[in-house]
């Protein structure tokens, strides 16, 4: 794997992973020396589902807006049926990327956005490595996260999966 | 008729406290390429900024980009909450609001990764004669040799409760 990704923060509105680029090129190289999905299974830690969980355990709450967001495919979310999402769908939930209200017509549906900082990699020249982060579905339409840099060097960088707060909307 | 821009602008999300824009490289485009602020059709800060669907009945973030400026330096005073001087006095005073500016790459597509720079200016120091006496926005990037290559620019208003 060229890019690992470790919970290092969780609040019931807010994930933060440390994304560890390993800078190895495979031979040949293949997409996944820059690329890692972050899924969304309820599998071990790192998972959208076990993470949101760990959150709300943490944080002493029995659920979080930021789960229902996740479970989105699963159980629908606002306007958006249960049974999958599109790609479409998850971009206006986690990137709010919603041009003319085409997806959530309902402007006060909570949505997320996620960025990425980069940190720092011992002997990396800065911006030598960029990072850029996407928002797709798996094969049941559940939403994941597109961890993407580039590769020949070690870096590391924040991923922040960020809940809006009605406040903003 | 000016060369093609190398970053066109689609705004995405649009609230009172937030404007988010899907930045799309056209490679080999001219660079750098002025997001403007002349009240005309999308993109433009104070068009886009007016159609948020509000959550309240304020909008700051038309406060924001309808500040007039003489300079970058004000420009980015405004737009990127930069004080070269931290808490000194504005001539206009000091608690005007501001709003911040952030780029978060998305897609590269096949392309590689690239810097995206963004800054602040006067409308016609930038170029953009129709937003002259307002901020702009203005986007540059590292290298610019591919179609596709995409980023979120998001504008804040700055000290909201989310940002």
């Not at chain 1, 390993?22 to 899924?39: F, M, Q």
């Not at chain 1, 339409?141 to 993407?148: A, F, L, S």
């Amino acid at each position: 794997v060229a890019i690992t990704l470790s919970l290092v923060y969780t609040r019931p509105d807010r994930l933060r992973y440390l994304c560890d680029q390993d800078g190895v090129i495979s031979s040949p190289p293949v997409a996944a020396d820059g690329l890692v999905v972050l899924p969304n299974d309820a599998g071990v830690t790192p998972d959208l589902q076990t993470d949101i969980a760990t959150a709300a355990q943490v944080a002493g709450v029995s659920g979080t807006p930021l789960r229902a967001l996740i479970r989105a495919g699963i159980d629908g979310f606002g306007p958006i049926a249960a049974g999958g999402l599109t790609q479409a769908q998850a971009r206006a939930l986690f990137m709010s990327d919603d041009a003319a209200g085409a997806v959530l017509t309902n402007k006060q549906v909570l949505r997320a956005v996620c960025s990425i900082t980069p940190r720092n990699g011992a002997g990396v020249p800065l911006g030598s490595i960029q990072w850029a982060v996407d928002v797709n579905v798996d094969g049941e339409g559940d939403p994941v996260i597109e961890v993407r840099s580039s590769v020949g060097e070690a870096a590391a960088a924040f991923l922040d999966i960020h809940l809006r707060h009605t406040h903003d909307l | 008729m000016g060369a093609t821009p190398a970053i066109s602008f689609q705004l995405v999300d649009a609230t009172p406290y937030r404007l988010r824009y899907l930045c799309t490289t056209f490679g080999g485009g001219q660079l750098p390429v002025v997001l403007p602020n002349a009240g005309q059709a999308t993109p433009d800060l104070r068009t886009d900024a007016a159609s948020a669907a509000p959550g309240s009945g304020q909008n700051p973030m038309i406060t924001v980009v309808s500040t007039a400026v003489v300079n970058q330096v004000e420009a980015r005073k405004v737009l990127l909450g930069e004080q070269p001087v931290p808490g000194a006095l504005t001539p206009a005073g000091a608690r005007k609001l501001r709003a911040h500016c952030q780029i978060t790459q998305r897609n590269p597509a096949a392309a590689a990764l690239v810097n995206w720079d963004v800054d602040a200016d006067e409308g016609a120091n930038a170029g953009s004669a129709a937003s002259a006496g307002f901020p702009v926005l203005v986007l540059d990037l590292s290298t610019n040799l591919e179609d596709g290559v995409t980023a979120y620019l998001d504008i804040f208003v700055a000290d909201t409760y989310n940002r």
